[in-house]
């Protein structure tokens, strides 16, 4: 298949849609047309599939290494219910995170990747700033890890599935095994051990309630994220 032609795609999109045309004649000429442009161009009816899926990329990545803390993977969890897509830690010097799945959705998750890590983040540190300056470092940083926990715990109550199809999931994992091939998984950090945990994780869960996520409607792109304070 020839590479980077997106042309070529979208017409043999137009043409097998045509296809199923209530005229004979016009599905019958538009199908012989796409069968012809396919057979030049060696393309597969996987080839046209696949072209439906794509990836963004966020160089936004606070965690600091490709072992996130387990708030940080939740809070991808839930990115991808609410669009309907899949996520990949790429690992380097600077981790990032690509979203990857239907084009029309992946751009939106990787946006609002964006914006509700900066929040979770910043709402993390006010949180440990507010601890007692004598309590140790490692005591602040638990209680931080159980306040996001909280906070993420919150923000899926508010998601509404997006659920991808099971198309949607075949294609996916065929489009990740062929660029990313040599991909894995990752379980998290998880939070350590200190007292008023569950405190933590509770301010954590009212806070993250201010959050409101929405989901484009027709394809628009207004309105991506609204956070009440």
């Known amino acids: 298949m020839p590479q980077n032609n997106e042309k070529l795609l979208e017409k043999l999109k137009k043409l097998l849609a045509l296809a199923k045309s209530d005229n004979p004649h016009e599905a019958a000429l ?15 009816q996987a080839d046209l599939a696949l072209s439906d899926i794509d990836e963004s990329v966020s160089n936004y990545w606070a965690a600091g290494s490709v072992n996130p ?41 990787s946006y609002t990747w964006e914006v509700l890590a900066r929040q979770l983040i910043m709402a993390r540190k006010n949180y440990i700033r507010q601890q007692n300056k004598r309590i140790k470092n490692t005591t602040k ?4 890890d ?28 065929l489009w990740l095994e062929q660029k990313y091939p ?32 929405h989901q484009p409607v027709g394809g628009q792109e207004q309105h991506k994220l609204k956070a009440e304070r």
Do not use: C
């Open 30 to 44: 538009a199908l012989q047309r796409a069968q012809k442009l396919m057979q030049a161009y060696n393309i597969t």
């Open 69 to 109: 803390p387990r708030y940080m993977l939740g809070l991808l969890d839930i990115i991808q219910v609410a669009f309907g897509v899949k996520s990949i830690i790429h690992s380097g010097y600077k981790p990032s995170v690509g979203f990857y799945g239907n084009k029309d959705r992946v751009e939106l998750a």
């Open 141 to 144: 940083t638990s209680r931080g």
């Open 146 to 173: 159980k306040f996001a926990e909280g906070w993420v715990l919150a923000v899926r109550s508010e998601v509404h599935l997006f659920a991808m199809s099971r198309e949607e999931r075949e294609l996916a994992s």
């Open 182 to 213: 040599d991909s894995g998984t990752t379980t998290g950090r998880g939070a350590g051990k200190s007292r008023d945990a569950d405190m933590s994780r509770h301010i954590g869960y009212r806070e993250g309630e201010n959050v409101r996520l």
